[in-house]
């Protein structure tokens, strides 16, 4: 295995809690709640994931709770289905080179969430598949949702496509989705040549969302002088949900979500699907700090 397990029976905030590391990362996963990952971080430093106070109040609770983390859904959006509570034991699976987190079906949607855990062996990387299985009888249609929730005052940043000169291209490119509770002049959102921002402000009074077709498959967070990377696979062609979004960013004044979706599939009885992501986390330099916020990003993924 690539990575070291640590089992804590009596942790002070979650029961039961599994610590695991290559020694450059190192994640936390709950098994008396999940799927998720409730903490990511570099040995020494604060988990860049954001955590809910007191969540062991909300065990065995039958209503959705935001915990904090990282967590998968299905999407499209719609509630109740997609508020489905994760607030009961997970299985716990390991094997030589993988660590799997699986909840049990999931009642109203016949659904089977599953994380899976991979690390390099000897880098900042962390290989995570997500696989959502058809437990029923009929089809179904739906997309996968990989959903990280950010610790606060930090800036999310999705890149965009290169322009490209009138009259060399005759047909759009890119599309930006906006949320019907978000204000296109909303402060936090800021649009640049070549990206997208939006600053997690404590202070903000309403949310937002917003999402694009990303043609490079990744989006990221920046938080002090560390940078996460969520990379995925783009599939040209395939319908996406939200108007087409593979990646979105929600934030209020507690957090802030970066997500990355799959394609809209038909799933039939036993299949499953998967959705992966690639997570990269790691410090920049002083002066790589005072770059352009996407060449910062566009650095530490050359490096």
């Not at 999705?158 to 296109?184: C, E, G, H, M």
């Not at 799933?267 to 352009?292: C, N, Q």
């Amino acid at each position: 295995m690539g990575f070291h397990v640590e089992h804590v029976s009596d942790h002070p905030v979650w029961k039961e809690l599994y610590t695991l590391s290559n020694g450059i990362l190192e994640i936390e996963v709950p098994s008396r709640i999940g799927p998720r990952i409730t903490a990511l971080r570099m040995p020494g430093m604060e988990n860049i994931f954001y955590q809910a106070p007191h969540p062991q109040q909300h065990f065995l609770a039958d209503k959705w709770i935001p915990y904090g983390g990282h967590r998968l859904w299905h999407a499209p959006e719609e509630n109740p289905r997609s508020y489905y509570p994760d607030n009961v034991p997970v299985q716990i699976l390991e094997s030589e080179n993988a660590f799997s987190i699986i909840q049990e079906v999931e009642k109203t949607t016949s659904i089977q969430k599953e994380i899976r855990i991979q690390f390099e062996t000897d880098g900042n990387i962390i290989h995570v598949v997500h696989a959502l299985r058809n437990c029923g009888i009929w089809p179904i249609q739906f997309s996968g949702w990989a959903i990280s929730m950010m610790a606060p005052g930090g800036k999310a940043v999705i890149p965009l496509p290169k322009r490209i000169p009138f009259p060399q291209a005759l047909v759009p490119n890119l599309s930006i989705n906006i949320w019907p509770y978000t204000d296109v002049d909303d402060e936090r959102i800021e649009f640049h040549k070549d990206c997208i921002s939006i600053q997690q402000d404590p202070s903000a009074n309403l949310p937002l969302k917003i999402g694009a077709n990303c043609s490079d498959g990744w989006i990221g967070y920046s938080l002090g002088n560390y940078l996460f990377v969520k990379k995925t696979k783009t599939t040209g062609g395939n319908q996406y949900p939200d108007r087409g979004s593979n990646v979105e960013v929600f934030t209020d004044n507690n957090l802030l979500e970066i997500e990355t979706l799959g394609p809209m599939l038909t799933v039939g009885p036993g299949e499953s699907i998967f959705h992966e992501e690639e997570w990269i986390l790691g410090r920049i330099d002083a002066e790589e700090m005072d770059k352009p916020l996407l060449e910062q990003f566009l650095s530490f993924l050359d490096n």
